[in-house]
């Protein structure tokens, strides 16, 4: 059972535009939704995070948007550079512990020059 | 400030054996979770250690075991190694305190299982 489901799993987009990815989750226990981006060979990092208070993050060229009520949230890439190609998983947690994540499946960006 | 580290990189076994995988957490960090992450499952909890006990579990058979030290390093056991079993096995570390906290990850243990 998969409580955080990512779309799409494959993502190709052309430098400078948009990347898109987005999550929906079911454990309303969940208060904490971090963003992990992670290159080959290599763990996994922080990116970026919201709390269900707020509707949208931003950091630089990424944003995170926040729906509650739907219990979906997206990170969006503006202007995608060929370094930002990795995979981005969605998280969440805070439901027994905040060192307990739940990961969605992972979308592979490909940023093409 | 080191980083997680874990030890080996890569490592192949036969169905049947066992294998011990280890986990050094970034200093002062006295929690430890492991994920397993293969490409069809994605990342999933296996279990969470704080103060050498096991304080959180995900759904894995018991042929999945850890522990924790004093010295806050931990080591996760897989015995009776099935194919399946073939991922990524990557190790967190957090100060483990109920407020909200970044964990972070060590770049993984490489198990092929033959």
């Known amino acids: 059972q998969q409580q955080v489901k990512q779309s799409p799993q494959s993502l190709i987009v052309q430098k400078g535009g948009i990347s898109i990815i987005n999550c929906a989750y079911e454990?309303?226990?969940?208060?904490?939704f971090p963003w992990y981006q992670q290159f080959p060979g290599k763990g996994p990092a922080l990116l970026i995070a919201?709390?269900?208070?707020?509707s949208e993050k931003k950091e630089g060229r990424f944003t995170i948007s926040f729906n509650k009520s739907a219990k979906q949230f997206s990170l969006h890439i503006m202007d995608s550079q060929p370094g930002d190609s990795a995979t981005y998983f969605c998280a969440a947690t805070g439901a027994g512990g905040y060192q307990k994540v739940t990961f969605g499946i992972g979308t592979k960006l490909q940023v093409i020059p | 400030k080191a980083g997680v580290t874990q030890t080996p990189r890569y490592l192949i076994k036969t169905r049947g054996q066992q294998v011990t995988l280890s986990c050094s957490p970034i200093?002062?960090?006295?929690?430890v979770s492991w994920y397993q992450q293969t490409p069809g499952q994605g990342l999933q909890f296996l279990f969470e250690?704080?103060?050498?006990?096991?304080?959180n579990k995900g759904n894995f058979p018991g042929r999945f075991s850890g522990r924790q030290f004093s010295n806050s390093r931990s080591e996760m056991n897989v015995s009776t190694l099935e194919l399946g079993d073939s991922a990524l096995y990557l190790c967190a570390s957090s100060l483990g305190g109920p407020e909200l906290e970044t964990q972070y990850f060590g770049p993984g243990t490489r198990l092929l299982v033959l």
């Open positions: 919201i709390r269900p208070d707020v």
């Open positions: 200093s002062g960090h006295r929690s």
């Open positions: 454990n309303t226990a969940f208060d904490y």
């Open positions: 250690y704080f103060s050498e006990t096991q304080r």
